[in-house]
């Protein structure tokens, strides 16, 4: 379910609300490589912090942790809200991440498709041929590798059906 910006400043501290304000849609395009990395690191560790928080509030409402104040929790929507907030965040900064990351990619296979085309162009104006494996003298036959057998079928053939004979005089004593 979608957060509101309004209940996003409800459930965060002031410092906190100022990163997650940085990660909205035009104003985490503006960021820098390095400011993004730098938000991302900030973010996911106020987010782990929120959710060892949350995990210990639930532990105290449910008689097995220790309370840290005088009582026990009684509730921890607040704890649970925060949570929510900071990691849909995550998840936004994470996105922007990969999208640069694709769109770095893109520009990557561009770049080398425009190089190859290039290379592809200068080679054939020197008068060179496209592929130069078997280019000037044509394909060579390549010999065979395995030893030619040199005993004739016949025997192979003769020599089997003794053994089935052989076998089977055996078999019927």
């Not at 906190?16 to 035009?26: A, I, M, Q, R």
């Not at 809200?81 to 770095?104: D, F, P």
């Not at 054939?124 to 003298?137: I, Q, S, V």
Request: no cysteine.
């Amino acid at each position: 379910m979608a957060i509101s910006r309004k209940e996003e400043a409800r459930a965060l501290s002031a410092d906190e609300h100022e990163l997650v304000e940085k990660s909205h849609h035009p104003a985490v395009q503006e960021l820098s490589d390095t400011e993004l990395a730098g938000l991302v690191k900030l973010l996911r560790e106020r987010r782990d912090k929120a959710q060892t928080e949350a995990h210990r509030r639930r532990r105290e409402i449910r008689g097995k942790g220790a309370a840290k104040g005088a009582s026990p929790s009684k509730a921890d929507a607040g704890s649970q809200r925060k949570l929510a907030v900071l990691a849909m965040t995550m998840r936004r900064l994470n996105g922007e991440v990969e999208r640069r990351r694709r769109l770095e990619a893109d520009l990557s296979q561009v770049a080398n498709a425009h190089r190859a085309l290039e290379m592809k162009q200068a080679a054939k104006a020197k008068g060179a041929d496209f592929n130069t494996r078997h280019a000037h003298k044509g394909m060579r036959a390549v010999a065979n590798q395995r030893a030619q057998n040199l005993v004739r079928p016949m025997e192979l053939g003769r020599q089997r059906q003794a053994a089935k004979v052989a076998q089977a005089k055996r078999d019927a004593r």
